[in-house]
Nanobody
Framework: QVQLVESGGGLVQAGGTLRLSCAAS????????MGWYRQAPGKQRELVAA???????NYADSVKGRFTISRDNAKNTVYLQMNSLKPEDTAVYYC??????????????WGQGTQVTVSS
């Protein structure tokens, strides 16, 4: 099993910055990719950013140029640097990890979510 511990959410004014962290632990053989999703009230969960073990990244159009995803493979940790935050970035942010953890195929694991609130 894989456990994910997220940190770094909070309340910030528009234009401000936050940095989210997510540390994965457990019986991890290898991590394929790590990412962040978010879900605003009344909306579907959406991909914010993802990064592969090789460092390839993918971003939602709405955050390109403002958010940066990175990872520390040695620590099994993924980060999301969020700059120039907007009120529409307000959501619960979830860490997602796709990994082999004592299984024959990779599975998705999810964090408990961290609230990000951007005031105007």
């Amino acid at each position: 099993q894989v456990q994910l511990v997220e940190s770094g959410g909070g309340l910030v004014q528009a234009g401000g910055t936050l940095r989210l962290s997510c540390a994965a632990s457990g019986t991890i053989f290898s991590i394929i990719y790590m990412g962040w999703y978010r879900q605003a009230p009344g909306k579907q969960r959406e991909l914010v950013a993802a990064i592969t073990s090789g460092g390839s990244t993918n971003y939602a159009d709405s955050v390109k140029g403002r958010f940066t995803i990175s990872r520390d493979n040695a620590k099994n940790t993924v980060y999301l640097q969020m700059n120039s935050l907007k009120p529409e970035d307000t959501a619960v942010y979830y860490c997602n990890v796709n990994a082999f953890a004592g299984t024959k195929r990779a599975y998705d694991y999810w964090g408990q979510g961290t609230q990000v609130t951007v005031s105007s």
